[in-house]
T-cell receptor, first 119, second 114 residues
Framework: GAVVSQHPSWVICKSGTSVKIECRSL??????MFWYRQFPKQSLMLMATSNEGSKATYEQGVEKDKFLINHASLTLSTLTVTSAHPEDSSFYIC???????????????FGDGTRLSIL | AQKVTQAQTEISVVEKEDVTLDCVYETRDTTYYLFWYKQPPSGELVFLIR??????QNEISGRYSWNFQKSTSSFNFTITASQVVDSAVYFCALSERTGNQFYFGTGTSLTVIP
């Protein structure tokens, strides 16, 4: 069964709307979660690293005021796309490690992704 | 610089043919991990294999096999007797000891023709 749950799986909304995507680790705690974005027929690009109890670390070129990340508990990270526009339409995927202290020695589990379409 | 290179953008094979997907990586870490994922049209990532840098043994799992060669920084993936259900995008990924993020290749879209 899934160990990382991502919700919603599909969102269609009007331009200017803010959209929140949730990423939950099931049956394990994740101090670190990752958010990726994938444009059609392209690779997954890391957007940001979400750290429980502290600020997220954003990759170069990703607007932190545009993509708000909150990691308020050890099992939940949220990504909010604020004032979304058509160019934000993409496939967003989160992932979590079982224990980030051991780095990537532990499996990283991916959510099933959220397909965001902004009209 | 691209850390993971998948030179093959698209591959088409006829069912039952063997196909090899290439992956070349770049890292300065001595400890690192390599992965292959399958992404069907529905979008979710399906984990196929994880290999750490100290284990160069080739692995076989059913019709799937992987060839890890540190000397050429390659981690190639072979599907034998391909089936239509193998049609998907396949991603090779690298994770380094320092940090947890994954570096994905650009993916290879495999189409198996019946």
């Amino acid at each position: 069964g899934a160990v990382v749950s991502q919700h919603p799986s599909w969102v269609i909304c009007k331009s200017g709307t803010s959209v929140k995507i949730e990423c939950r680790s099931l049956d394990f705690q994740a101090t670190t979660m990752f958010w990726y974005r994938q444009f059609p027929k392209q690779s997954l690009m890391l957007m940001a690293t979400s750290n429980e109890g502290s600020k997220a670390t954003y990759e170069q070129g990703v607007e932190k005021d545009k993509f708000l990340i909150n990691h308020a508990s050890l099992t939940l990270s949220t990504l909010t796309v604020t004032s979304a526009h058509p160019e934000d339409s993409s496939f967003y995927i989160c992932s979590a490690n079982l224990d980030s202290l051991y780095g990537s020695n532990q499996p990283q589990h991916f959510g099933d992704g959220t397909r965001l379409s902004i009209l | 610089a691209q850390k993971v290179t998948q030179a093959q953008t698209e591959i088409s094979v006829v069912e039952k043919e063997d196909v090899t997907l290439d992956c070349v990586y770049e890292t300065r870490d001595t400890t690192y991990y390599l992965f292959w994922y399958k992404q069907p049209p529905s979008g979710e990532l399906v984990f196929l294999i994880r290999r750490n840098s100290f284990d160069e043994q080739n692995e076989i799992s059913g019709r799937y096999s992987w060839n890890f060669q540190k000397s050429t920084s390659s981690f190639n993936f072979t599907i034998t007797a391909s089936q239509v259900v193998d049609s998907a995008v396949y991603f090779c990924a690298l994770s380094e000891r320092t940090g947890n993020q994954f570096y994905f290749g650009t993916g290879t879209s495999l189409t198996v023709i019946p």
